[in-house]
């Protein structure tokens, strides 16, 4: 029983989660590279699928991470990565919507992130 309820467990986490997974290890990922790695977690995703949860990652819950896209020439791969939100006046790496730069009673702007 203790095997079945594991196996429970690792169907409940989401592609989009796996992908957040993956992407927040660093370095640069392809589609391509993104569908193996699902593969490796014995989940089937198609890259059209695994795109959309690439796109999901510029909102809620994962709103401070910035996903970044380098295209390779003319051709259709890309390439994505995550990058920190920074604040826009101290630079600093946002955590939990506020800078250490920031206080409470500064309005946020149009990213969530507070500032001067």
């Known amino acids: 029983m203790g095997e079945h309820a594991t196996e429970h467990e690792a169907r409940r986490t989401t592609i989009g989660d796996l992908v957040y997974e993956a992407m927040r290890t660093g370095g640069w990922w392809t589609l391509p590279e ?11 995703a198609l890259e059209t699928g695994v795109s959309a949860r690439v796109r ?12 970044s896209r380098v295209r390779h020439g003319t051709s259709h791969l890309s ?3 995550l990058m920190p939100v920074r604040c826009r006046v101290c630079g600093l790496e946002v955590s939990d919507g506020m800078a250490p730069c920031c206080d409470e009673t500064r309005p946020l702007s149009a990213t969530g992130v507070r500032h001067g």
């Open 34 to 44: 993104l569908v193996a790695y699902l593969g490796r977690r014995r989940r089937v």
């Open 56 to 67: 999901e990652l510029r909102h809620s819950p994962y709103n401070r991470t910035v996903v």
């Open 79 to 81: 390439e994505y990565a």
